[in-house]
């Protein structure tokens, strides 16, 4: 009985989210780290929260893990709690310190790594490593943090020579510890890194490009805060030469990031915290990532279109537009979930979002999400351009006001293939300063 109460709990814990930036708004997401295990991609995050009245708690409260798989073009299923901190059996009970954790795969085994006080306050945190056959879990928690290291921000990296390493923080420094082939325990001493700038450092992530060793850090300078910076090396134990900045200072809040190679795109994922307005209750990012011929990397200006093509099936948040026209975004009003909606929409106003992957004429109708005071006016779904081909057309609703919200549907009116930019065009009568909100569009087949 136990066992199949368990199952059914499982099963009510997965939520699904979109990703256009930010990636999940059901709950806070943080420090997330993305790996590609055969093919998928996988996001190992922290997990911000707000704390019950009467609890006392950090500043950062942080009680476990969650992690997340890509499912269809642009949805992140989520997979629940699958570290809570009173699970963790060397650590300290209640401590809401559930930082930054990693995962990465050796052989046919995954290797969870995170860190949390200890319940023996031997140091501000250790590590500690979980074991799994699967990417997803359930992970089966070793009794004990590994021995020789402290630190916070585990970062892994298993050389083509089927070493790995560990990058750990620690204040001010970096360090990297080579590990047993068990992946449990250390191999040698722990090396502290050199190379890097003065200043606090954390959340190191190493990754290997073109022969050379990359370690990403988040830096803070003190006139600008927190920023994603990096360094390269012939040797995955340094010396590195820093080499600059992949991102720049975000609201004079942390950001803390991984770097992936997704279907041949490099992706910077990071955190923000636009959701929550409060820089201790963030949501995580992505967005793409692009290298010089010489090596060096672009710097990365976080956007709202985020990544990957949206397919049939996946809801499309349009206020995460590529382009707008005549119109606003502000956060959605009612009963509907955290984000954003299109507001404030007048005559021949237009949001274009782009790369919608329709497969092969995939989509037959066409959902979307409207609320609105009024009774006149129509908006359009149309390709590429404010003038391109017509594909839907909506008539405005009243739904019984502005925040008033309502699903409707039409058949879309031409066969639509492959990746296309769609534009929303807005009409009514001119003068109308107000059509329709907008918040989301799906296809469906």
Same mark, same amino acid.
């Given at each position: 009985?136990?066992?199949?109460?368990?199952?059914?709990?499982?099963?009510?814990?997965?939520?699904?989210?979109?990703?256009?930036?930010?990636?999940?708004?059901?709950?806070?997401?943080?420090? $997330? @780290?993305?790996?590609?295990?055969?093919? !998928?991609? %996988?996001?190992?995050?922290?997990?911000? /929260?707000? &704390?019950?009245?009467?609890?006392?708690?950090?500043?950062?409260?942080?009680?476990?893990?969650?992690?997340?798989?890509?499912?269809?073009?642009?949805?992140?299923?989520?997979?629940?709690?699958?570290?809570?901190?009173?699970?963790?059996?060397?650590?300290?009970?209640?401590?809401?310190?559930?930082?930054?954790?990693?995962?990465?795969?050796?052989?046919?085994?995954?290797?969870?790594?995170?860190?949390?006080?200890?319940?023996?306050?031997?140091?501000?945190?250790?590590?500690?490593?979980?074991?799994?056959?699967? $990417? @997803?879990?359930?992970?089966?928690?070793? !009794?004990? %943090?590994?021995?020789?290291?402290?630190? /916070?921000? &585990?970062?892994?990296?298993?050389?083509?020579?089927?070493?790995?390493?560990?990058?750990?923080?620690?204040?001010?420094?970096?360090?990297?510890?080579?590990?047993?082939?068990?992946?449990?325990?250390?191999?040698?001493?722990?090396?502290?890194?050199?190379?890097?700038?003065?200043?606090?450092?954390?959340?190191?992530?190493?990754?290997?490009?073109?022969?050379?060793?990359?370690?990403?850090?988040?830096?803070?300078?003190?006139?600008?805060?927190?920023?994603?910076?990096?360094?390269?090396?012939?040797?995955?134990?340094?010396?590195?030469?820093?080499?600059?900045?992949?991102?720049?200072?975000?609201?004079?809040?942390?950001?803390?990031?991984?770097?992936?190679?997704?279907?041949?795109?490099?992706?910077?994922?990071?955190?923000?915290?636009?959701?929550?307005?409060?820089?201790?209750?963030?949501?995580?990012?992505?967005?793409?990532?692009?290298?010089?011929?010489?090596?060096?990397?672009?710097?990365?200006?976080?956007?709202?279109?985020?990544?990957?093509?949206?397919?049939?099936?996946?809801?499309?948040?349009?206020?995460?537009?590529?382009?707008?026209?005549?119109?606003?975004?502000?956060?959605?009003?009612?009963?509907?979930?955290?984000?954003?909606?299109?507001?404030?929409?007048?005559?021949?106003?237009?949001?274009?979002?782009?790369?919608?992957?329709?497969?092969?004429?995939?989509?037959?109708?066409?959902?979307?999400?409207?609320?609105?005071?009024?009774?006149?006016?129509?908006?359009?779904?149309?390709?590429?351009?404010?003038?391109?081909?017509?594909?839907?057309?909506?008539?405005?609703?009243?739904?019984?006001?502005?925040?008033?919200?309502?699903?409707?549907?039409?058949?879309?009116?031409?066969?639509?293939?492959?990746?296309?930019?769609?534009?929303?065009?807005?009409?009514?009568?001119?003068?109308?300063?107000?059509?329709?909100?907008?918040?989301?569009?799906?296809?469906?087949?």
């Amino acid at each position: 009985m136990k066992l199949k109460l368990t199952f059914l709990i499982t099963c009510f814990t997965i939520v699904y989210g979109v990703s256009q930036n930010p990636l999940v708004t059901h709950i806070y997401t943080a420090d $997330p @780290t993305a790996r590609v295990f055969d093919g !998928k991609l %996988y996001l190992y995050p922290s997990h911000d /929260i707000v &704390p019950d009245n009467g609890v006392e708690a950090p500043r950062f409260c942080m009680p476990d893990y969650h992690m997340f798989s890509l499912e269809n073009g642009n949805t992140w299923k989520d997979y629940g709690v699958i570290l809570d901190q009173n699970e963790v059996p060397w650590g300290k009970k209640n401590s809401y310190g559930m930082w930054a954790p990693d995962c990465i795969k050796k052989g046919n085994t995954y290797y969870y790594y995170y860190p949390a006080a200890p319940s023996d306050d031997s140091a501000f945190r250790r590590i500690g490593v979980g074991t799994s056959k699967s $990417p @997803t879990g359930p992970f089966k928690w070793e !009794k004990d %943090y590994i021995k020789g290291v402290s630190g /916070i921000d &585990p970062g892994l990296l298993i050389d083509d020579d089927g070493k790995a390493y560990m990058y750990v923080a620690s204040g001010k420094t970096l360090q990297v510890v080579r590990l047993k082939d068990n992946m449990k325990e250390i191999d040698g001493e722990v090396i502290q890194i050199e190379g890097l700038p003065k200043g606090y450092m954390e959340g190191p992530f190493p990754f290997k490009y073109n022969d050379m060793y990359y370690l990403t850090f988040a830096h803070v300078f003190p006139d600008e805060g927190y920023t994603i910076a990096y360094a390269v090396s012939k040797n995955p134990t340094g010396p590195f030469v820093y080499s600059g900045k992949i991102m720049d200072n975000i609201d004079n809040g942390t950001n803390h990031h991984s770097v992936v190679n997704y279907n041949g795109k490099w992706i910077l994922f990071y955190h923000w915290w636009d959701i929550s307005g409060y820089n201790k209750l963030r949501s995580m990012r992505a967005d793409y990532m692009e290298f010089k011929k010489d090596g060096s990397i672009k710097k990365v200006k976080p956007t709202l279109r985020g990544i990957l093509n949206p397919k049939v099936g996946d809801t499309i948040q349009v206020d995460r537009y590529s382009d707008i026209s005549g119109a606003k975004t502000a956060f959605v009003g009612g009963n509907e979930p955290k984000g954003w909606m299109v507001c404030d929409t007048k005559m021949m106003s237009n949001v274009r979002f782009n790369g919608v992957d329709f497969g092969n004429d995939e989509a037959k109708k066409l959902q979307a999400r409207i609320a609105c005071g009024q009774r006149i006016g129509s908006f359009e779904v149309r390709l590429n351009n404010p003038k391109g081909k017509l594909i839907a057309e909506f008539p405005v609703e009243f739904t019984g006001g502005w925040n008033t919200w309502k699903t409707i549907e039409t058949d879309l009116l031409e066969s639509v293939s492959g990746i296309q930019d769609i534009v929303m065009v807005f009409k009514s009568e001119w003068g109308a300063t107000k059509i329709v909100n907008l918040n989301w569009l799906l296809f469906k087949n």
